[in-house]
T-cell receptor
Framework: AQSVTQPDIHITVSEGASLELRCNYS??????LFWYVQSPGQGLQLLLK??????LVQGIKGFEAEFKRSQSSFNLRKPSVHWSDAAEYFC????????????FGAGTILRVKS | DVKVTQSSRYLVKRTGEKVFLECVQD?????MFWYRQDPGLGLRLIYF???????EKGDIPEGYSVSREKKERFSLILESASTNQTSMYLC?????????????FGEGSRLTVL
């Protein structure tokens, strides 16, 4: 079955350190891939998305993600984390087989140490 | 600024009560969604609507119904609330039918059923 896996439930990084959040998907065709962020007490906001073309995509707030078909991954990165990045991050996958639905991963909670 | 508004941020209900969760969007979007968010499970789709008076079941529709009488408003109804429906409920809207489009989320309604 098609699915999205975020292997890390919690991650803690120091402010100023680099960040990588992992996302693996299972999908038989070309996926549409998304990263959303949920700050405390807020709804989800789109960070970036990938459909085709350049496998390195840039998003808002200094985030980027790289699509690697051979590894079925779409990891989110940021070179230097700020305290305001503390939030929960969700990877999601869409595609023709899903119709107009998205499938979300379980989320990764990011904590930032000062 | 685009906006999805969920009228109730926090609700406490008793088992067996009928519960209405209201969602309004001001973006003239055709597509609206109700998700349930639980720790470790991510977001799961309950119902969605792609037009007024149209609805489709998502992945976990049991125990829920929806109503869309006007384009801007999408209501989630728990006919007889149960304790296992204690959760965070997120409403979202999207302009396009395709799942390539960005989802815009409300801030969520946290429901506790006693």
């Amino acid at each position: 079955a098609q699915s999205v896996t975020q292997p890390d439930i919690h991650i803690t990084v120091s402010e100023g350190a680099s960040l990588e959040l992992r996302c693996n998907y299972s999908y038989g065709a070309t996926p549409y891939l998304f990263w959303y962020v949920q700050s405390p007490g807020q709804g989800l906001q789109l960070l970036l998305k990938y459909f085709s073309g350049d496998t390195l995509v840039q998003g808002i707030k200094g985030f980027e993600a790289e699509f690697k078909r051979s590894q079925s991954s779409f990891n989110l990165r940021k070179p230097s984390v700020h305290w305001s990045d503390a939030a929960e991050y969700f990877c999601a996958v869409g595609g023709r087989i899903y119709g107009n639905k998205l499938v979300f991963g379980a989320g990764t909670i990011l904590r930032v140490k000062s | 600024d685009v906006k999805v508004t969920q009228s109730s941020r926090y609700l406490v209900k008793r088992t067996g009560e009928k519960v209405f969760l209201e969602c309004v969007q001001d973006m003239d979007h055709e597509n609206m969604f109700w998700y349930r968010q639980d720790p470790g499970l991510g977001l799961r789709l309950i119902y969605f609507s792609y037009d007024v008076k149209m609805k489709e079941k998502g992945d976990i529709p049991e125990g829920y119904s929806v109503s869309r009488e006007k384009k801007e408003r999408f209501s989630l109804i728990l006919e007889s609330a149960s304790t296992n429906q204690t959760s965070m409920y997120l409403c979202a809207s999207r302009k396009t039918a395709s799942n390539t489009g960005e989802l815009f989320f409300g801030e969520g309604s946290r429901l506790t059923v006693l």
